[in-house]
Nanobody, 124 residues
Framework: QVQLVESGGGLVQVGGSLRLSCAAS????????MGWFRQAPGKEREFVAA????????YYADSVKGRFAVSRANAKNTVYLQMNSLKPEDTAVYFC?????????????????WGQGTQVTVSS
């Protein structure tokens, strides 16, 4: 059974930083591309960032370029999302997901496994 567990969310002021973690089990983590998505109340789930299985390539949504950074530690079966210069519009539940394809995908339907999400709230 595959399990992805996000952590590190919380309440932060505008301009602050958070680092999210996603711990994976039940799959060969180093062979999967990993993605981060977010979903705000009343909105569809939105792509945030993706990282190749090796950590060599990353891909970001335009809304977070220059502010967020995705990384991974394959020896720890963990992927991270460093979030800087946070804005109120970053408030959402953040999800990590695993993708066994050869592409750095951005669509929800392209990902095979999902975590339960962690809440990020940015206060203004």
């Amino acid at each position: 059974q595959v399990q992805l567990v996000e952590s590190g969310g919380g309440l932060v002021q505008v301009g602050g930083s958070l680092r999210l973690s996603c711990a994976a089990s039940g799959l060969t983590f180093s062979t999967y591309n990993m993605g981060w998505f977010r979903q705000a109340p009343g909105k569809e789930r939105e792509f945030v960032a993706a990282i190749r299985w090796s950590g060599g390539d990353t891909y970001y949504a335009d809304s977070v370029k220059g502010r967020f950074a995705v990384s991974r530690a394959n020896a720890k079966n963990t992927v991270y999302l460093q979030m800087n210069s946070l804005k109120p519009e970053d408030t959402a539940v953040y999800f990590c997901a695993a993708d066994g394809s050869v592409l750095l995908n951005r669509r929800v339907r392209d990902y095979n496994y999902w975590g339960q999400g962690t809440q990020v709230t940015v206060s203004s």
